[in-house]
């Protein structure tokens, strides 16, 4: 899947989404379905679909949220395995392109560097690097939508460890994961305690001579069957898109009373979590050295592991966690401060990501660069002042898709109301007098601490808030006022569109 089309004849398009990943499909399914008449395309920088789950090949990488809400609510999810491996999500999007005849939509190695918004035109030029031609593209549109997720793609979170020259052997972030990494009879160090750690460790044993886990500090972690019994007892007694219904109604109200409990009850939260640990460990663990967080549950995410698999080989002694802060790296692995040394072969830094929102496009509005940090984010998808652009940025509390997916919807539902109107151009406007702004994630995970302060803002009502309840936001999205007060809206230009001058 990586053919290359020509936007030739096709502009100004109606809408541009950058990004085919799991955002940037789903809006093209949405757009297809919803509003045939317009037109659209999506461009992808890299040369497949997946996002994601093309970019990352490290061993074991799967999703840790289940599948009947990550998946799409209009697809289907056919898998017995609730919690899934990048394959199988690779495959479910290639079928979701297949099936809505997206292929001929989107454009490969088209990287989007910046776009400008033409207030006398009503357009946005986007500018694009081909990178299959090594030139500059440009592209018109009438409305910009970022399907380019939250982090940046071209480099992982990676901090310097002192004597990182002294080591012997091979220094690797998942990120960029060698395709011919052999590490059979190796031993391993993992650093991190996040999830990309957590299914890092169980995939590795097997093949490696052990596998040591070294975290400065520990994160809740949460044994989950990989399979939904009752799902897969459904999809056999009723329609697939019953069945799948179903499971995702029951999954989603999972997820928020597990996320209200830890909010409203955090010592009881965390004392369930605890037993949970104790009981896939063996007797005598030291369950309080190295599974006791210093915050309450969810105050950043969990680390859901399918069927135990962690517990187990920490169980099997193939695995083992070392907690505490690292002194250096040394020829042979890595010094604790304690004085504990961890023999290594090869070192895994499972240190993180770098957050990078819109891909790192340069917006401009009639030329003046548009600043992140000074804007207010409305309904979570747009930004003041900046007109006919809207970005998707899923849940940190629950399936990150199942916001993106009212996301896609409620923007389908303005561009039709819009068109019912007369209007062409749609802008937040920032309310007047004061408005107590607040970070756009409250989440206390290292990568948005790093760059909360180059993010744009949220406010402290509706609808400049960043909203954390699917059941809420999707009754507001299928029943709610399509156009709020804070949305101006504009008809197209009187005039013809001004013409480029022809260069020799």
Request: aromatic share 6%.
């Given at each position: 899947m990586n053919a290359i089309h020509s936007f030739s004849g096709e502009e100004p398009l109606d809408v541009l989404i950058v990004g085919a990943g799991i955002s940037g499909i789903g809006?093209?399914?949405?757009?297809?379905?919803?509003?045939?008449?317009?037109?659209?395309?999506?461009?992808?920088?890299?040369?497949?679909?997946?996002?994601?789950w093309d970019l990352f090949r490290y061993p074991g990488i799967r999703s840790d949220s289940d599948l009947f809400t990550f998946g799409y609510d209009f697809k289907p999810w056919r898998s017995d395995k609730a919690i899934a491996g990048a394959d199988e999500i690779m495959s479910y999007l290639r079928e979701t392109v297949e099936e809505y005849d997206l292929e001929k939509k989107i454009r490969f190695h088209h990287k989007v560097t910046g776009a400008n918004?033409?207030?006398?035109?009503?357009?946005?030029?986007?500018?694009?690097?081909?990178?299959?031609?090594?030139a500059d593209v440009t592209i018109k549109c009438r409305w910009l939508f970022g399907a380019t997720g939250y982090y940046d793609y071209d480099e992982g979170f990676r901090p310097e460890f002192k004597g990182e020259e002294d080591f012997k052997g091979q220094i690797i972030h998942p990120q960029h994961w060698p395709e011919d990494l052999d590490y059979t009879g190796k031993r391993i160090a993992v650093i991190g305690s996040g999830a990309t750690a957590v299914t890092l460790v169980p995939a590795m044993t097997p093949t490696a001579a052990h596998v040591t886990q070294i975290q400065r500090t520990p994160t809740y972690v949460l044994p989950m069957p990989s399979e939904d019994k009752i799902g897969n007892w459904l999809k056999r007694w009723l329609p697939a898109k019953t069945a799948y219904a179903l499971t995702r109604w029951k999954n989603v109200r999972r997820q928020r009373w597990v996320w209200l409990f830890c909010q409203k009850f955090p010592n009881a939260a965390r004392n369930w979590i605890r037993k949970m640990n104790v009981k896939e460990l063996p007797e005598g663990y030291p369950v309080d050295v190295h599974f006791k967080p210093p915050y309450?549950?969810?105050?950043?995410?969990?680390?859901?592991?399918?069927d135990g698999d962690f517990f187990?080989?920490?169980?099997?002694?193939?695995?083992?966690?070392?907690?505490?802060?690292?002194?250096?790296?040394?020829?042979?692995?890595v010094l604790m401060e304690s004085g504990e040394e961890i023999p290594a072969d090869i070192i895994v830094t499972a240190t993180g990501l770098n957050m990078k929102l819109f891909?790192?496009?340069?917006?401009?509005?009639?030329?003046?660069?548009?600043?992140?940090?000074?804007?207010?984010v409305f309904k979570g998808m747009m930004l003041d002042g900046v007109p006919n652009f809207c970005f998707a940025v899923g849940y940190t509390n629950s399936s990150w898709t199942l916001k993106i997916g009212l996301l896609c919807q409620y923007f389908c539902r303005l561009l039709k109301e819009m068109d019912d109107r007369g209007m062409a151009v749609c802008v937040p406007e920032r309310p007047e007098g004061e408005i107590e702004t607040r970070p756009l994630m409250d989440f206390g995970a290292g990568y948005v601490k790093r760059a909360i302060r180059w993010m744009p803002r949220q406010g402290d009502r509706e609808p400049w808030e960043m909203t954390f309840s699917y059941i809420a936001d999707a009754h507001m999205v299928k029943h709610g006022p399509v156009i709020d007060p804070a949305l101006h809206l504009s008809p197209a230009p009187t005039h013809e569109p001004k013409k480029e001058k022809a260069t020799a």
């Open positions: 809006c093209g399914c949405y757009l297809t379905t919803d509003l045939p008449e317009k037109t659209w395309a999506i461009v992808e920088g890299r040369g497949e679909i997946g996002g994601t918004w033409d207030s006398e035109e009503a357009l946005w030029t986007v500018t694009l690097h081909r990178s299959d031609i090594d309450g549950p969810w105050d950043q995410r969990l680390c859901a592991v399918p187990k080989e920490l169980s099997a002694g193939r695995a083992s966690i070392v907690t505490g802060q690292i002194d250096r790296f040394t020829e042979t692995g891909g790192g496009i340069e917006l401009r509005v009639d030329h003046k660069r548009v600043l992140p940090p000074q804007k207010l």
